[in-house]
């Protein structure tokens, strides 16, 4: 079947205007329907790169007062008219026992950013900023829109990256095989997207600033059992979300091993700061190859994918689980790490030390 004749429901999760006509996807354009729907988030064809800042801030103890000043001070420089197109925060603690809040905010014009940074992202980071028992810092991600990719199992709750987009594509063609991630790339119908070389880390009093390599991998994973019944809850607590978390704590324990440098597993807070229902895994890695290896054949992750195949059938249709992530491969100009008064392994630190 020619990519003319195919079923109008199925497309390619490449826009159009960023599809180049010689790339070599797994399978022929046309030629197969995954099992399950999937969607990808549609950007205007004027946005040309987004933003991605992860703001954090650490505590060692999650009690201490100053952290909700932090916040809600952060929370309100958000808000502004220059601030970010959508945003979210979420937290975790960390393998040092540090709680770590991080508030991420997308913006689909970098000069926009760039307005708002200069007023409350390097504050945020400032030497000034850190006090005894606190750590701040900004991860910083500026990817052309064709270093992005998305996948969502339902298009009806944008999360993400995707919150900067102005709506959802049709039933994808490109998912649910190995490599399925990197078909939706554009940048990857003609560039390998191999580590090139070296990060680098430079220090300033307690400021940290680190530049990966070339084509470092991000990704940002996600589930939300928000909308699910009791039954199906009961399920993903006790058959999924343990295997999942056995895969991150693997990850953050000897991830180092097969290229991750970076990894967290966090829960999503609401406007209260209250933990919600919604949590995702973000890691960072050498390459996307890296990720690719991981996903297609380590034990950790084939565990966490036969459970979610276990959810899905089990549920069929019926099932109330979302799930979706961003994946992003930004050059070496297009990312920027600052960590200011944090302990060593924080982030990416610990990948140059």
Known sequence: ????????????????????PARRPKHRPGTYTPPYPSFSARFDQKVTAVVMAYLGVQARDPSDPRLVGELGALREALAREDGPVSWDRAAYTDAEGYYTVISIAYWDDPAAFREWNRAHGEPWIAPGHPTEGLGF?????????????????????????????????????????????RDRLPAAQRDPLWADGDSTLTETGPVRSVVLHRNACLIRSGQDITETGPTEREFYLAEVEPVLREGMDFLVAEGAT????????????????????????????????????????????????????RHLSGFGGDTRLRLYHEVTVPSGAEQRFVYAGCHDRTGVLKAVR
């Open 1 to 20: 079947m020619s990519t003319a004749e195919q079923p109008p429901s199925i497309e390619s999760a490449i826009p159009p205007h960023l599809l180049d």
């Open 137 to 181: 810092f900004l991860e910083l991600v500026l990817p052309s829109i064709e270093r992005v990719e998305t996948v969502f199992s339902a298009p009806e709750r944008p999360e993400g990256v995707a919150g900067t987009a102005y709506g959802f594509s049709g039933t994808i063609e490109e998912h649910f095989y190995w490599g399925s991630a």
């Open 258 to 309: 097969i290229g991750c440098l970076d990894n967290r597993y966090m829960t999503v807070l609401d406007e209260a700061d209250a933990p919600t229902d919604r949590t995702f895994g973000m890691s960072w890695w050498r390459e996307l190859s890296a990720l690719e290896e991981w996903a297609a054949s380590h034990p950790s992750h084939l565990r966490i994918y036969g459970a979610g195949m």
